[in-house]
């Protein structure tokens, strides 16, 4: 057994290893993962950045169709020359509109604007094209707006401008001489929309939203990607606030939205920089989440890489060491018990050595000890023993020989000052306990003196289990003792024996049955062969059998006598040693008459 | 082009001009002509903020070399932006209402200087809504003001208001509240600027941008009869300011 739990502990520890290495394969996994995720962005949010900056470089150089146009730059300049704006008639502006559109017609579609402004030397608007929400606002100008203000001062650059919606604005000066101050400015926009952000997601391979003000205005997903998880985006905003990389340097660290969904913002260069404007781009983390997503994520490839014949093995090989060992702890004590039969049957050996078997086997090695021993008190006989179904009467007091009256007694030695006690039984050495008087041969047992009894210490007596059953098998017991509460009767005593003989037969100073002939206390002939093999039994489990004095056996043995026969009315109570988990023990049985 | 492409505008025209020429309209009325002249050094301080590459207000800007440098420099746009006021001797009443236009970025005028008590009506000429606030200042909260939409707001007692639009972060206006300003003028995109008093006096003419006044001021000394101060310009400033040295 202890093979077989050694094996079960090394496979709890080897699958408490696999569970460790598996989550730190997973959290490694994960925060791999998460470092590619967020370099993936930071360079998804510098590829925006440069693909705004470069598209506005392209959009102001496609202005230079409108710029570099003659009829433009007339208009232009003959309207900055009135004092007023009103006094720029209608015709101007509409000859100025219907070049606007005619030169947005040539362009490539790819490189068309959604609105083009033309804008006066005063900042007035004097004609455009693709913003209606201005046509009833005859007082619409842009001159206010730095990026204006600068083309019309001699600048080209770029603005991102929040109007009814986010713009993508770009704006140049349009000259009508040279040294002069420009005549007016072209400004073109792009609205940034969803078509904005989806034809950017196109270019970059990025998923990319823009925001402003809290919300989210436009979103694009390169071919194949969920779009909704960018959704999640307006939730996450406020966290903006506290995002000290965003607000200094203008681009955010990685945000982990919900699902796994990765973030980085970046604001909007222009004047919607300070309107918290800006745009993200996403990208899908890839966490396995657990152990258990180790195996829902795996996809084929992964479940190719798996060696499944070394898994086979393993577990094989775990199978077969366990089975092995569970046989040999089976068979090898089982082998010996085998030997040991045989050596008893072919006549090597008289008895079982218990001692060389394991527990279970030792238990019946020393049960069919005590068997083979009492048919040979019985002559070969084929009495078996009955079993009486009584609790353990003194199998406590084995457990805790200190409180024992059958234990070793603690400091205790013979009295020196009563010369009797200290004598040896006949027959036995000084160190062996004391024996009882041998039960005398049916003709011989009157006159037969009882072995002098050594001393014992006064040790509590063991309780007695008063639980038993009054049921009585009726059939003889070997080995077991009976005692009749009749003095000197002779019907208690199965041999025919009385108390008062036996008694007798002590050493007529300290014997240990009820007060008798000569103030001697009467003993059961039987109890000396009770006290015979209870002593050994006890040897042969091994127990220590110094000091254990006959005369405490009987005490004891009296005392709980009389308690069962008071409690349960019976006159007789028979005796019997036994072995009980290894250790000898006493089983007490009220006969009812 | 103009109305002198056309005929018959240009004969309504000076039917109409005869006629308020001769028109007893404002009695007492006087006219103070004069000009201003410096502003090509003067620089507006929304657009000088914008360029600093720190408020990442673009991500490229680059002159065009075939606009002369001296033309490249963000001077204001006179007409909107410098205010000349005609200061009396004594306060003067609050004046009637006051129209501001607010579009394309900014308010026109931009600087503006009235009597305490005089109403100011800002309209909302863009396409979109603007909401305009005044720094520190309780009596002008941020409020919405829808296209078309006319927002009116008194300033009560003597001194300078700074507005502003959370909507439109370049847009910027100064209001003073000066309790001597009898009249003002918006100078044409030249610099000149016709002031028109409804009483005789001593005048003080100053020009106002940004909100501060600008240049010397001009004593005027008004009588029955219309004023010419043309000869003796007011001068905004005489050399260009240090931070044109960064373009």
Redesign the interface.
Known sequence: MIASRFWFGVLGLALAFAVLVLELAVSMHDRLGMRMVSEGLLADSRVV?WY??NE??ED?AQLIRFAANDSVARALA?ASR??DPS???G??RRQLKATLSKIAAEMPKADSFDAIFAVA???E?LAHIG?D??I??P????????????AL???????TL???RLYRVVA??V?FE?????AGAIVGAHVIDDAFAAELAERTSAAVAFYAAGKRLAAGMPSGVDHEGLDQLVTDLPSLDGDQSYKDK?RSEVHELADGMAVVYA?L???A???GAGYAVARQGYKIAGLTGVLSRADSKDKDAVNTLRLVAIALGAIGIGLLLSFWEYNSPLGRFRRQVKALSGGQATRFAAERLRAPFRQLGLDLNLALDRIARAGGGDEAPISIGFEQMFGDATAQPSMSAFGVPPSAPPSAANPVEASPMPGSAQAQPASPPRRPPRAAAQPAAPAPIAPVSIAPDPPLDPAFTASYSGGTVVGLGSFSSGAGGDGGYPNGSNAADTAGAGSGVSTTADEGVNGAREVDPEWTQVYQDFVRIKQDCGEAVEGFTFERFTQTLRKNRDTLMREHGVQHVQFSAYVKQGRAALKAKPVRQ | MTASGKPLRHWIGAILGTFVAFAPGHADATDVKGRVVGFEHLRNPMWVAAKDPERHGYSFREPVTTVPAAMRKLFPQVSKEICVVALAAAPKAAGKAVSVRVSGGRTTPVTLVVTPGTELRFKNADPFDHRLYGINMTTFPASNTAKGAIRRWTPQEAGRYELRDELAPSLAMWVVAEPTAAAVAMPSNDGRFTIELDEPGQYTLQAYFAGEPVGRPLPVNVERRDVDVSSKPLVLATKPPVEDNTP
């Open positions: 950045s705004l900056r506005a470089r102001a003959s009135a004092t006094e720029i008639d015709a101007t030397q005063s900042g608007v913003f929400q201005a009833n606002s007082d619409f100008e842009l001159g206010g707006y730095p990026v204006v203000a600068d001062h001699g600048y080209v650059r770029d603005d929040m109007f009814d140049r000066p000259e040279l040294g002069q101050l420009p203008g604001r260069p222009g004047e920089w300070q309107l």
